[in-house]
């Protein structure tokens, strides 16, 4: 399953040099959550991860050629 | 010991200024910043005067790590009585300004008076003087800055512009160009008072004990709890990352608040800002270096920040970031508060598109939105009415359900009813309608399913418990955008006080500067009644975005503003109960 990724923030550091990428996902379901984990990006540095443009939880299961955005966390506003 | 123990107070009536103790026993209770100076206020200012008098007094406070290699710590608390408002009100400015204060020898600066005609303000150490600022009035901060350094050198200036000078209730204070201390009219204080401009050259310092072992301790917490995953968003984007997450979880202010979420956001969010991005800039001793100084063909500013994305951008149904970044250029040099600016503007067009009065502007007319700064500023047209913030506007031409302020300031860059916490923050907060009180998005809106964000369960002790932090952050002055423990607070402050601070103290502390400000409003007769939100956010439904189809009961926001009274130790109506003043000494 192939899903398109865009980092925001300091989080750009846990992908390549390019504003969105593609992934390619080598098992027929994923969550959010374990897309987290294959990217080693550390739960405890995103805010949230949003499809499109509306904010999914952690156990949204993603489907193929599904755009999402991962945030880093924010402080202070 | 990291306070100079001296102030400095200018009575521009008499023309004079004398140098006085720092009250030490206020110091130990309140720290400096935020607490300090509400101490003062609340001590010297009469109940019920009136801020715009010469009565009014206006204070610059330090806080103990003002100067010294603590990270973050370079921000200055700028406070006095709101014209706008008539509550307490302190700003925060970041830049150079406070550090170089320090250096003059001073905790704080006391203003009181009015000069008789205008004058700045020059301190250089002990040489305090006012001078002429005849050829200065009439300018906007931004040329104002540049004589100054021209006339005296190497020196760091606070200015108003010209919406100061013309007593807005909106006009903000700024510094090296594109610092402000932004809310509650704070600009217009000095303007009342004939001050131009406060400029400071310090050539002194302090010493701190074992200067190896404290700059390896702050190097070491620079490494682990400043640069780090958690707080880097300031360096690689800075604010304008917000824009992005407020849109995806539905609290992006659009249209007046009309709807959460805006269909141009892509064009005004962090990536667009990038794209214009020239430097990054720090304020003193900061390594996250938020600032964005930003150029495109035609304008130039450092920003522009959320907030003004938020107010200025999506709310105005603007889509263009080289009109906003214009906006916002404007802004800084007459002195607007964007905020309230960006909000007086998207209420007229409002108001016009309903049909309560033409004021000939429409959301998303570019070509008279970038009128509105100069006409605002100048009380010139429909600026004369919109200079006067949305509360005014309201009880002119109607539309009071939706003009967006409590207390009469107007509501900042979160649409309350996709994270209800900030509807209890925006109530609550000392100066009126102000996300840095309590900033809730983050552990409702924004991170995973801990907190559900369309429900008021749980949120009054958030918001109690942020008021308290931030309190005693702003006391003790680290900057907002470090996401560190009081733990971690205390930890600094015992490197620089000659004594032991213990988190549990600042706890205290935080708590206690909360209830006084609450207490300085409470004797200019604000109770419950004050505590509300326009009903926009009570009875009207968003249609668009994650939180379509939602607005926050008046029922349920009623039970959760009695539930913070509870955990505040205040009464049904709102006013602190002699148990808690006396737990707080206060």
Same mark, same amino acid.
């Given at each position: 399953?192939?899903?398109?990724?865009?980092?925001?923030?300091?989080?750009?550091?846990?992908?390549?040099?390019a504003?969105i990428?593609?992934?390619?996902?080598?098992?027929?379901?994923?969550?959010?959550?374990?897309?987290?984990?294959?990217?080693?990006?550390?739960?405890?540095?995103?805010?949230?991860?949003?499809?499109?443009?509306?904010?999914?939880?952690l156990?949204t299961?993603?489907?193929e050629?599904d755009?999402?955005?991962?945030?880093p966390?924010?402080?202070g506003? | 010991?990291?306070?100079?123990?001296?102030?400095?107070r200018?009575?521009?009536?008499?023309?004079?200024a004398?140098?006085?103790n720092l009250n030490?026993?206020?110091?130990?209770?309140?720290?400096?910043?935020?607490?300090?100076?509400?101490?003062?206020?609340?001590?010297?200012l009469?109940? &019920?005067?009136?801020?715009?008098?010469?009565?009014?007094?206006?204070?610059?406070?330090?806080?103990p790590? *003002?100067? *010294?290699?603590?990270?973050?710590?370079?921000?200055?608390?700028?406070?006095?009585?709101?014209p706008a !408002?008539? !509550?307490?009100?302190? @700003?925060?400015?970041?830049?150079?300004?406070?550090?170089?204060?320090?250096?003059?020898?001073?905790?704080?600066?006391?203003?009181?008076?009015?000069?008789?005609?205008?004058v700045?303000?020059?301190?250089e $150490?002990?040489?305090?003087?006012?001078?002429?600022?005849?050829?200065?009035?009439?300018k906007?901060?931004h040329?104002?800055?540049?004589?100054?350094?021209?006339?005296l050198?190497?020196?760091?200036t606070?200015?108003i512009?010209?919406?100061?000078?013309?007593?807005? =209730?909106?006009?903000?204070?700024?510094?090296?160009?594109?610092?402000?201390?932004?809310?509650?009219?704070?600009?217009?204080? /000095?303007?009342?008072?004939?001050?131009?401009?406060?400029?400071?050259?310090?050539?002194?310092?302090?010493?701190?004990?074992?200067?190896?072992?404290?700059a390896?301790?702050?190097?070491?917490?620079?490494?682990?709890?400043?640069?780090?995953?958690?707080?880097?968003?300031?360096?690689?984007d800075?604010?304008?990352?917000?824009?992005e997450?407020?849109?995806?979880?539905?609290?992006?202010?659009?249209?007046?608040?009309?709807e959460?979420?805006?269909?141009?956001?892509?064009?005004v969010d962090?990536?667009a800002?990038k794209?214009?991005?020239?430097?990054?800039?720090?304020?003193?001793? @900061? =390594?996250?270096? @938020?600032?964005?100084?930003?150029?495109t063909?035609?304008?130039?500013?450092?920003?522009?920040?959320?907030?003004t994305?938020?107010?200025?951008?999506s709310? @105005?149904?603007? &889509?263009?970031?080289?009109?906003?970044?214009?906006?916002?250029?404007l802004?800084?040099?007459?002195?607007?508060?964007?905020?309230?600016?960006?909000?007086?503007?998207?209420?007229?067009?409002?108001? !016009?598109?309903?049909?309560?009065?033409?004021?000939?502007?429409?959301?998303?007319?570019?070509?008279?939105?970038?009128?509105?700064p100069g006409?605002i500023?100048?009380?010139?047209?429909?600026?004369?009415?919109?200079?006067?913030?949305?509360?005014?506007?309201? $009880?002119?031409?109607?539309g009071?359900?939706?003009?967006?302020?409590?207390?009469? /300031?107007?509501?900042p860059?979160?649409?309350?009813?996709?994270?209800?916490?900030?509807? /209890?923050?925006?109530g609550?907060?000392?100066?009126?309608?102000?996300?840095?009180?309590?900033?809730?998005? =983050?552990v409702?809106?924004?991170?995973?399913?801990?907190?559900?964000p369309?429900?008021?369960?749980?949120?009054?002790?958030?918001?109690?418990d942020m008021?308290?932090?931030?309190?005693v952050?702003?006391?003790?002055?680290f900057?907002?955008?470090?996401?560190?423990? !009081?733990?971690?607070?205390?930890?600094?402050?015992t490197?620089?006080l000659?004594r032991?601070?213990?988190?549990?103290?600042?706890?205290?502390?935080?708590?206690?500067?909360y209830n006084?400000?609450?207490?300085f409003?409470?004797r200019?007769?604000?109770?419950?009644?004050?505590?509300?939100?326009?009903?926009?956010?009570?009875?009207?439904?968003m249609?668009?975005?994650?939180?379509?189809?939602i607005s926050? =009961?008046?029922?349920?926001? $009623?039970?959760?503003?009695?539930?913070?009274?509870?955990?505040?130790?205040?009464?049904?109506?709102?006013?602190?109960?002699?148990?808690?003043?006396?737990?707080?000494? /206060?």
């Amino acid at each position: 399953m192939i899903v398109k990724i865009k980092l925001r923030g300091p989080l750009r550091k846990y992908g390549p040099d390019a504003e969105i990428f593609e992934h390619n996902i080598d098992q027929d379901r994923c969550t959010v959550k374990e897309l987290l984990e294959i990217l080693n990006i550390p739960a405890s540095s995103v805010s949230f991860v949003a499809r499109g443009e509306n904010k999914i939880s952690l156990d949204t299961a993603l489907k193929e050629n599904d755009l999402v955005t991962v945030y880093p966390r924010v402080a202070g506003g | 010991m990291a306070y100079t123990g001296t102030v400095l107070r200018v009575n521009l009536t008499t023309g004079k200024a004398e140098k006085e103790n720092l009250n030490e026993q206020w110091a130990k209770d309140y720290l400096g910043g935020k607490g300090l100076a509400i101490k003062y206020l609340y001590e010297e200012l009469e109940p &019920g005067m009136d801020p715009w008098s010469e009565d009014n007094k206006l204070i610059l406070m330090t806080g103990p790590l *003002t100067g *010294t290699l603590a990270p973050n710590t370079g921000k200055l608390a700028v406070a006095s009585k709101s014209p706008a !408002t008539g !509550t307490i009100l302190d @700003c925060s400015i970041g830049g150079h300004f406070a550090p170089e204060l320090k250096y003059a020898g001073y905790d704080a600066v006391i203003i009181e008076g009015k000069a008789r005609k205008p004058v700045y303000l020059f301190i250089e $150490d002990d040489r305090v003087e006012m001078r002429s600022a005849e050829g200065l009035w009439g300018k906007g901060a931004h040329e104002t800055e540049h004589i100054l350094s021209e006339t005296l050198g190497d020196v760091i200036t606070m200015a108003i512009g010209q919406a100061g000078e013309n007593l807005i =209730p909106m006009a903000c204070i700024s510094s090296e160009l594109y610092r402000q201390a932004g809310r509650g009219g704070i600009g217009a204080v /000095l303007g009342s008072k004939n001050l131009k401009a406060i400029s400071v050259r310090g050539t002194g310092g302090f010493t701190v004990p074992d200067i190896r072992k404290v700059a390896a301790a702050l190097n070491k917490i620079k490494r682990d709890d400043t640069m780090t995953d958690d707080n880097m968003w300031a360096y690689s984007d800075g604010t304008p990352v917000i824009v992005e997450m407020s849109n995806s979880t539905g609290i992006l202010p659009t249209h007046n608040f009309q709807e959460g979420t805006f269909e141009d956001f892509e064009k005004v969010d962090s990536e667009a800002v990038k794209g214009a991005l020239k430097a990054k800039k720090a304020c003193f001793g @900061c =390594p996250l270096a @938020c600032g964005n100084y930003v150029e495109t063909g035609k304008t130039r500013v450092e920003g522009p920040e959320y907030e003004t994305l938020a107010l200025c951008s999506s709310n @105005c149904g603007i &889509g263009d970031l080289e009109a906003v970044i214009e906006f916002n250029r404007l802004c800084d040099d007459y002195c607007l508060d964007t905020i309230s600016a960006g909000n007086a503007v998207a209420f007229a067009m409002e108001l !016009t598109e309903k049909g309560f009065h033409d004021f000939g502007i429409r959301f998303g007319d570019v070509e008279k939105y970038l009128e509105m700064p100069g006409a605002i500023a100048g009380r010139a047209g429909i600026g004369a009415d919109l200079s006067k913030g949305v509360a005014a506007m309201a $009880d002119k031409y109607g539309g009071n359900d939706f003009a967006m302020h409590v207390k009469k /300031l107007e509501i900042p860059g979160y649409e309350p009813r996709g994270t209800w916490g900030m509807s /209890l923050a925006y109530g609550t907060a000392d100066r009126g309608a102000c996300h840095m009180r309590a900033w809730t998005p =983050p552990v409702e809106a924004f991170e995973g399913g801990e907190m559900d964000p369309y429900t008021v369960e749980g949120k009054a002790e958030v918001v109690k418990d942020m008021q308290d932090d931030n309190a005693v952050k702003f006391s003790a002055i680290f900057c907002d955008f470090w996401a560190l423990s !009081t733990e971690r607070m205390a930890e600094v402050l015992t490197m620089f006080l000659d004594r032991e601070v213990t988190a549990e103290e600042l706890t205290v502390i935080g708590e206690r500067v909360y209830n006084l400000s609450r207490l300085f409003n409470e004797r200019e007769g604000f109770t419950r009644k004050d505590d509300y939100l326009p009903k926009r956010i009570y009875n009207d439904k968003m249609t668009k975005g994650k939180a379509r189809d939602i607005s926050i =009961p008046l029922e349920d926001y $009623d039970r959760m503003l009695s539930e913070y009274y509870n955990l505040r130790g205040w009464d049904e109506n709102g006013l602190i109960t002699a148990e808690k003043k006396k737990e707080l000494s /206060l």
